[in-house]
């Protein structure tokens, strides 16, 4: 059971304890004001008459403290007492009546949050905190501050517009609790609408090349779940913070894993993050949220949940929508034609699965372009692209209406001789060309390669797993 505690009251602190007193979760008051004390006490509020300021009338433990005096110097030494004794503790502090600017600053430096006027403390308190002290914002912020040092944000490789407004995000929810953070990928950002997005946005993400791991404090993840897969990190490399919304292949390490298979996309997770500390989302950011959060779900027609719809719905406002549609309609590169016209000739059909290998091809992420094209055909439901670059094989599939997991799938495909990872609707993979690149003088590489790949593609088809109708078992972070 989560321990709140209440350090001074006032009109602020009766109002909170009207907007809290009916969640779950003890809550605790301290106060030497007798009047204030018998009201707590009235309603049912465990109070002691102490001085809030004085750490030795503090119980063992708090998750979440609120300061709520008139008197802004007592927050301050409040609040600071607090930290002390509660360091992992979410701070949530009143200014008080006409604080000095050295006061709020004060305040400021130890609390989380700083807040005024009454409403706008109680509606934060309640985001904030919620009927669990053990919320993830309340921990996220903990492990944050508990680094040594910079967070190092990464992006799986080649990102999309989810990883990226994920990665920008996650840094912001850093900024809250003044942990500077870099957001980063590997790879490259080659599809025209997710250039746009990252250009037009003026988005400041800093590619891998270059990072010396050695400057930060501290490792996260965003929209992908292991160091070294799918990202430009050491295979194995320590993680402090993972948040992502693919379903786990086995165990996933961290001081604060928040992974969520139902979730639509991973910008959900962050902009709840934002929403529940009563953090209002700068203009871009907003905007690259609500983009991920849309091509994630494409326009909310797969695999998409109430929180996704609720994200949407929060981050609406704020969205430049003269910027999204530029975003949304971006000059299509001669290479993306290219690679969906050679995956529609060359498409392998057997029932309702098409595959197709395309070849060498310049841009990855063509393959999910034209995967995501393939599925309008008539009677298809589940498609397979794939094709080659720098010795190695990526591969993007797709599915609507269709009874399997397109996840599972290519992972029992391909993932015993690279890797594979997804969504029952929404997968890829990459495996190195290896020796499959040394052919005879009578065969080709395509040919090679669609041997090699569609044997595994349709061998695992033909013993699919269907999609999971149960919670998606969780693994322990130890």
């Known amino acids: 059971m989560a321990r709140r505690l209440l350090l001074g009251c006032s009109a602020v602190g009766n109002t909170l304890v009207e907007r809290i007193i009916e969640e779950r979760g003890e809550l605790v008051a301290i106060t030497d004001d007798t009047g ?57 502090a009143h200014v008080g009546t006409n604080p000095t600017a050295a006061q709020q600053a004060a305040l400021e430096a130890v609390a989380d949050r700083v807040v005024d006027p009454v409403e706008a403390l109680a509606a934060r308190v309640r985001e904030a905190t919620g009927a669990d002290g053990d919320e993830l914002p309340v921990r996220l ?15 799986h490789d080649n990102p999309d517009p989810d990883a990226i407004a994920s990665a920008i995000g996650l840094a912001r929810v850093a900024d809250v609790v003044g942990v500077p953070a870099d957001p980063c990928y590997g790879g490259e950002i080659a599809h025209q609408e997710n250039r ?69 996309a991973t910008s959900t997770l962050i902009e709840e993050y934002l929403s ?28 998409t949940s109430i929180p996704d719809f609720e994200a ?19 000059i299509v590169s001669q290479e993306t034609l290219r690679v969906l016209a050679n995956a529609i000739e060359g498409r392998d059909v057997r029932g309702s699965t098409v595959a197709s290998c395309v070849g060498e091809i310049s841009d990855r992420d063509t393959l999910a372009q034209a995967s995501e094209r393939l599925l ?18 990526y591969a993007s599939a797709r599915s609507r209406g269709a009874d399997l997991d397109v996840g599972e799938l290519l992972r029992d495909a391909l993932d015993s001789v690279g890797s594979a990872g997804g969504h029952a609707t929404m997968a890829g993979a990459q495996v190195p060309l290896g020796i499959l690149e040394a052919v005879s003088e009578d065969e080709s590489l395509p040919d090679v390669v669609e041997e090699f790949v569609s044997g595994r593609f349709f061998e695992a088809l033909d013993d699919a797993p269907s999609q999971p109708v149960g919670p998606v078992p969780e693994f322990p972070n130890d």
């Open 312 to 330: 949407a719905a929060s981050l609406s406002p704020l969205v430049d929508e003269s910027t999204l549609e530029r975003v949304e309609s971006p």
């Open 276 to 303: 529940r500390l009563g953090v209002e989302p700068e203009r871009q950011l907003a905007t690259a949220l609500l983009y991920g959060i849309r091509i994630d779900t494409k326009d909310f027609t797969r695999s």
């Open 141 to 155: 912020l903990s492990t944050l501050r508990d680094l040594s040092g910079p967070l190092l944000v990464v992006a």
């Open 196 to 264: 746009a997005l990252v250009n037009l946005l003026d988005l400041s993400l800093s590619t891998f090349d270059g990072i010396d791991l050695d400057d930060y404090g501290g490792i996260a993840l965003v929209d992908h779940s292991r160091a070294g897969i799918n990202d430009s990190l050491p295979e194995g490399h320590p993680v402090d913070v993972v948040v992502d919304h693919h379903p786990p292949r086995g165990p996933v390490d961290g001081e604060f894993v928040d992974i969520r298979p139902d979730a639509g």
């Open 376 to 393: 309008d055909m008539d009677g298809v439901t589940v498609t397979f692209v794939y094709g080659y670059k720098d010795g190695v094989i």
């Open 36 to 92: 204030w004390a018998s009201t707590l006490r009235d309603r049912n509020v465990g109070t002691v008459e102490a001085d809030p300021t004085d750490p030795s009338a503090y119980p063992d433990h708090a998750a979440v403290v609120l300061v709520a005096s008139d008197d802004p110097a007592r927050n301050v030494d409040a609040a600071e007492a607090a930290r002390e004794r509660y360091p992992d503790a979410m701070i949530v």
